[in-house]
Structure formats: C-alpha cells, structure tokens
C-alpha cells in the first residue's frame, strides 16, 4: 500500500460505480443502482454520492490513506475546497461522511473516463435497506423541520417557489445539471451561475448552502421584515447574509433604506472622534456601561456588557426613589460614558423610529442583537454563544449553541 491510490467515480440517473486503481491498472470494480428518492437527487449530488460510495465501498484501502479521486463533474473541484456552511444540506451530509478520509479530487473530462462512464450504467435494481440514503434524507429533513419559521411561511415559501417561473427553471436544471459553458444558460437564471454549485431543491424550497432563496412575490414583504431594527444598510445587509438570500439583495437593501424616510430624517449628523475606549475584558459582564437616558416622558435605564456589547433597557418609575442622585461622569462632556453613551444614542433612534413607524421596538432590539458585529460574532452569540430567533426565516440549527 506504498503505492498513490486513486478511486475513479461516476453517477447516471439509475446507479453509480467506482473503480480502485494502482499503477494506471484496475484493482476492483464496483456499482450499485439508485434508490427511488436517489434518483431524484441534482446532479452533483449524485457525483458526490458516487464519490461517498467510491469510498465507502473499498473502504479498507482507502481509510487511512491519501487517495486521488477522478470526476467528470467539474463543480466538485470547487464543493470541496469551500467551507461545509456554503454547500447544499445533502451535499453536507455526503462531505460530513467524507471527513475521516483524506483526499484530494480531480477533474477528468467523461471521454478518458471509459469504465467509470459504464459502471453507473450496468447496475441491476435491487431492493435493499441503504443506510447512507437514510442517513442523507434524515439530515435533509431535519434541516428542513428545524427552520425558524411557522408552518405557515414554510408553505407559504413553497407555495410561492412552485409559482416562481424563474426558480421552476432553476430546480430544472438543479436536477438535470447545468450546462458546461455559462453561454448556455437562459437570461433568467444567468445571475445563479458562479455559485450553481450550492444551490439544492429540497422539498420544494430552493437553498443556496442553508440560506433560503426567497422567491420574487415575497421580497418586498422580507425586505419590510430586515428593516423592522431600522439598523442601517450595512448591519441589515448582514442581517440577512445569515439567513436568506436572491440576487441583488444588497443593491435592493441599500435602494430600500436609502429611500425610507423615518430613517433619512432622523439620519446621524457628523460628529466628534470619541474618547478613545477601555480595554475589552476577558468575561461577559465583567464590566458594564450604565446611563440613565429620558425618551418621550420616561426615564431608562440601560446597562451594556463591555465584552459582548449586549444591551438591556428598563423603564424607570422614579430615579430617585431610593435617594440616588444621578451625576454625569464628565459635565459638558456626556462621550467619557463611552460605551454606554453610544447605546443611548442608538437605542432612542430605535424607539423613535419604531413609534413613528408604529412597530414593536423589542422587535429592532432584537434584530440589533442579533446582527453580525464587525468581524466578530453577533452580541447574543458572545454573549450566550448562539443566534436570537427573529422574524427572519433561519434554520434551527443556527440558533443551538
């Protein structure tokens, strides 16, 4: 076993077959015939499957061991190479699966793959119990029962899908394979081919990696609900980078805030450079910002965890109740409260916006808290070390710790 090992795979519409190779000579064969529900797999779900049985099949000489596997499915090269997140949830079964074994894959083009071609093809049907078809539909369907959303907007989504003419051409070719030269495809689905390789259609609802692909009758209703924080373009844009996706989502995001008026007008005029800030601590609530702030007759309380940035507010009865006096911590110079002057800002904009506009304000704190903050975490995840649920549709697996 000194020698390079290389599995060459391949995958029809009926069955899949693999051949073990040393020295440029065949060591085994092997081929089996797809299941119903395998059948119906995309295109690069069943080359990959036909990699996964490749391997699993002669697992004895290929556990342990580098191994150079041959395709004719040139986005292979590309699945493998990105991040587990990025790909479809079967294909991130298949890659799951994948992980013990050591392997780099190659392109080949079909015509100098001769064997491989005609193994797929020469399968007998059989009746038999596949684990690995169990275990991928198991997964794929649990990605699917564990989207944070109802019932309702789940179908409400698929309803939509299946009347979206442009994601009916899309499933097609999801399914059938995409053509080898861009040129090939059709104007409507042109903007899906640099990232072709991500996209699945599983039961009804299309995916690129877990990101649900909104259908065009349902944008303008989602774009609303990404605004419901009123967080800015750049912080909504990450916003829904994590969840749900079409194309040219950012430009709408930016033409959608740009316009809205509640926000124009109460858009943040150029300010001094802040103090500079204390060092982050090493602990959430270690060390907290506190203010009291007065908003349309009342007075808040608002504390800010320094490690996470996480924030609470709570609306004060009396701020003297107890025979506290509140003094600033530099008159005339309200900025050395640092942090927590900051989120006073922030936080009123919030409640203005949400009462001219007529919404919940938890709604957008929530959203706040959730968002993505500049190459970190959101503050929920360093604070708690998960996702908050929101209004936007997002897989339950996202929101575990």
Request: charged share 25%.
């Amino acid at each position: 076993m000194s020698k390079p090992v290389t599995v060459s795979c391949d995958a029809s519409q009926c069955g899949l077959g693999a051949m073990l190779i040393q020295d440029n000579k065949p060591v085994a064969y092997a081929s089996r015939s797809l299941t119903d529900a395998e059948s119906r797999y995309a295109n690069i779900e069943r080359e990959l499957l036909g990699v996964l049985f490749g391997f699993e099949r002669f697992n004895d000489y290929t556990y342990g061991k580098h191994i150079n596997v041959e395709s004719d499915h040139k986005p292979l090269e590309m699945i493998v190479r990105k991040s587990l997140g990025c790909a479809p949830p079967r294909l991130q079964r298949m890659l799951l699966r994948l992980q013990k074994y050591d392997f780099s894959l190659k392109y080949i083009p079909g015509k100098d793959l001769i064997v491989p071609d005609m193994l797929p093809r020469a399968t007998i049907k059989i009746n038999t119990n596949n684990e690995v078809e169990n275990d991928i539909e198991c997964f794929v369907n649990m990605i699917i029962r564990n989207t944070s959303m109802s019932d309702r907007n789940l179908e409400q989504i698929t309803e939509e899908t299946s009347k979206d003419g442009t994601l009916q051409t899309l499933t097609r070719l999801i399914i059938d394979g995409w053509p080898d030269d861009k040129n090939e495809v059709t104007k409507e689905v042109f903007e899906y081919w640099n990232f072709r390789d991500e996209l699945s259609n599983v039961n009804g609802i299309i995916l690129k990696g877990e990101k649900i692909i909104i259908p065009a009758s349902m944008r303008e209703n989602m774009l609303n609900k990404l605004h419901e924080g009123h967080l800015g373009i750049e912080k909504t844009r990450k916003l829904a980078r994590d969840s749900i996706f079409w194309p040219g989502i950012n430009a709408q995001i930016t033409d959608f805030i740009s316009k809205y008026s509640v926000c124009l007008e109460s858009r943040r005029s150029n300010t001094k450079k802040p103090m500079a800030e204390s060092e982050t601590p090493e602990l959430p609530w270690m060390t907290v910002g506190i203010d009291i702030f007065y908003w349309n007759n009342n007075n808040y309380l608002i504390i800010v965890d320094y490690y996470s940035r996480y924030f609470e507010i709570a609306r004060l009865e009396n701020i003297q109740s107890w025979g506290f006096t509140h003094t600033v911590s530099s008159p005339h110079y309200h900025q050395s409260n640092g942090l927590a002057e900051r989120f006073v800002q922030s936080v009123k904009k919030m409640l203005s916006k949400s009462k001219q506009d007529g919404k919940d304000p938890y709604i957008a704190m929530l959203k706040y808290r959730n968002m993505l903050l500049e190459n970190l975490d959101s503050q929920a995840q360093l604070l708690m070390s998960r996702r908050l649920r929101t209004t936007i549709p997002t897989i339950k697996n996202r929101l575990k710790p």
